[in-house]
């Protein structure tokens, strides 16, 4: 078997952040093989506490880092971070800037005292009119036009999971090889930052160019122009729903010859594809009669037969019983704390037909690796007591 692929082995991540953005970075970056160190406040990341649709954000973005903590309002909290730094490669941090310049840990502060640290700063925007301003996902949902696009009109409406912060980190994840990348030419590590704004931005781009090359705008996809002649959610006899596309000719004649559709196979005005997209207020009601009189399963199994785009509607906790979601490598699991298990993706990729198995496997507690981590550094039980403060009754 292929050796376990950890093409950062050896490097040593200080991760400073909550929520999801910044973590997220992290864990790309863990998953890749780096050493991540989780620096948190003596009484841990807020984030760990959240309940409802957060319940799931610290478990998910925090697996297979160490946890630390230390009292960065002391100067021992400090004095301890300075030398962590120094053994780090990179810095992954979410604090406000002028927090971090507080604390004596600004970008340029850690570039000029460690020349070959790689700083990673996971913002709400890029420098410009809007850098200080408080960011959060549904924030720039609503204010690049993607809320607006999701939602029908007149009823803006966020996109169904934190997608930003998660695509933000990835590219944070991303900067950081590239300027790891480039240190191992010239020495020299790099200032990153990440904007969650501009993140969004980039997911309407494609929004904005058609609006800048026709001079119109784009409706909600609740009401888009469509591009193909079937894209659409039908019922089939048990009522189950089914999302099916047709985004070609042979696909529209595949889609009618299963349906016993022959009427519109051999219809004079549908003998194109942009005259198929154009006969859609007829056409689709066909298809959605026909499609409820059949059965969910038999759907199914001819359409992936012969090559359909099709899906069942489809939840979230459904994935734990998805045969593909089963393969393995599809989940990984990790192991809390407590001893309790619980089961989520890796990274979406294979190395060598091989799927991220091997990272992520743990759940470290509050300050689980403080002592080991710290004490390596030099530092004393005392200086180790110091620099963490009154925290949270963590094992250390």
């Known amino acids: 078997m292929e050796p376990a692929f950890k093409p950062l082995d050896g490097v040593r991540v200080v991760e400073m952040s909550h929520m999801i953005l910044g973590p997220s970075c992290g864990m790309f970056l ?4 780096a050493e991540v160190i989780k620096v948190e406040p003596p009484e841990g990341d807020k984030t760990r506490d959240l309940t409802g649709m957060g319940r799931g954000f610290f478990p998910t973005f925090n697996r297979g880092k160490k946890s630390v903590t230390l009292d960065l309002k002391s100067d021992a909290g400090r004095a301890a971070l300075d030398k962590l730094l120094k053994t780090a490669d990179v810095f992954v941090e979410n604090f406000r800037d002028v927090s971090l310049a507080k604390m004596g840990f600004a970008p340029e502060m850690l570039r000029e005292k460690y020349p070959r640290l790689v700083v990673a700063s996971c913002k709400g925007f890029l420098h410009g009119p809007y850098k200080e301003r408080t960011a959060l996902d549904e924030v720039v949902q609503m204010m ?15 996109i169904g999971s934190s997608a930003n912060d998660i695509m933000a980190g990835l590219f944070g ?3 950081v090889l590239a300027a790891l990348f480039e240190r191992d030419k010239d020495g020299k590590g790099r200032a990153v930052r990440v904007g969650l704004f501009e993140n969004c931005l980039l997911l309407v781009a494609q929004h904005m160019v058609q609006f800048d090359i026709e001079g119109r705008e784009a409706p909600p996809m609740p009401e888009r122009d469509f591009s193909w002649p079937v894209y659409d959610i039908f019922e089939t006899v048990s009522g189950r729903q089914i999302f099916v596309g047709a985004v070609t000719e042979g696909q529209w004649g595949i889609l009618c010859r299963i349906l016993e559709l022959q009427e519109l196979l051999d219809h004079p005005d549908l003998q194109s594809r942009m005259a198929q997209i154009d006969a859609r207020e007829w056409t689709v009601p066909i298809f959605a009669k026909a499609i409820a009189k059949r059965d969910f399963d038999e759907l199914a199994v001819a359409f992936e037969e012969t090559g359909i785009p099709f899906s069942p509607i489809a939840r979230p906790a459904e994935m734990y019983d998805d045969p593909h979601v089963n393969r393995p490598g599809g989940l ?14 890796g990274l979406p990729v294979e190395i060598d037909g091989q799927s ?10 509050i300050g689980a690796d403080s002592t080991e981590v710290l004490t390596e550094l030099g530092l004393s039980e005392e200086e180790i007591a110091a620099a963490r403060g009154a925290s949270k009754g963590e094992a250390a």
């Open 144 to 158: 690049t036009g993607m809320a607006y696009m999701t939602g029908p009109t007149g009823r803006p409406l966020r």
């Open 332 to 345: 990984i699991t990790t192991t809390m704390a407590d001893g309790t298990t619980f089961r989520a993706p």
């Open 30 to 33: 863990s998953f890749l093989g």
């Open 356 to 365: 991220f198995t091997c990272h992520g496997e743990y759940l470290a507690d």
């Open 173 to 175: 994840a991303l900067s």
